[in-house]
């Protein structure tokens, strides 16, 4: 069993970082792809950003591309994402995902942190 807790959201201005991860219990973590979603009110859920099980392979959704950075370190079974330049756009509720076998349902959710980007 694996339990994700995500962190590091809050307020920012526009122009702004926020750090955010997604903490893992359970000592498989390295068996995980994980994917990092937004979902803003009204909004269907977005994909952000993807990072292979070992971390040698990370992809990013065109709306944040070249602003974000999706990282892990499996010693610590936690997954970042580093948000730069952040726009108001940006703001919605950020969770991560993690799965074993790509194209399959995701395993675990973790219960989402609010980002929010004022103007």
């Known amino acids: 069993q694996v339990q994700l807790v995500e962190s590091g959201g809050g307020l920012v201005q526009a122009g702004g970082s926020l750090r955010l991860s997604c903490a893992a219990s359970?000592?498989?973590?390295?068996?995980?792809?994980v994917d990092w979603f937004r979902q803003a009110p009204g909004k269907e859920r977005e994909l952000v950003a993807s990072?292979?099980?070992?971390?040698?392979?990370?992809l990013y959704a065109d709306s944040v591309k070249g602003r974000f950075t999706v990282s892990r370190d499996n010693a610590k079974s936690t997954v970042y994402l580093q948000m730069n330049s952040l726009k108001p756009e940006d703001t919605a509720v950020y969770s991560c995902?993690?799965?074993?076998?790509?194209?399959?349902?995701?395993?675990?959710w973790g219960q989402g942190t609010q980002v929010t980007v004022s103007s």
């Open positions: 995902a993690a799965r074993q076998y790509y194209g399959r349902k995701y395993d675990y």
């Open positions: 359970g000592r498989t973590f390295s068996s995980y792809d």
């Open positions: 990072v292979t099980r070992s971390g040698s392979l990370t």
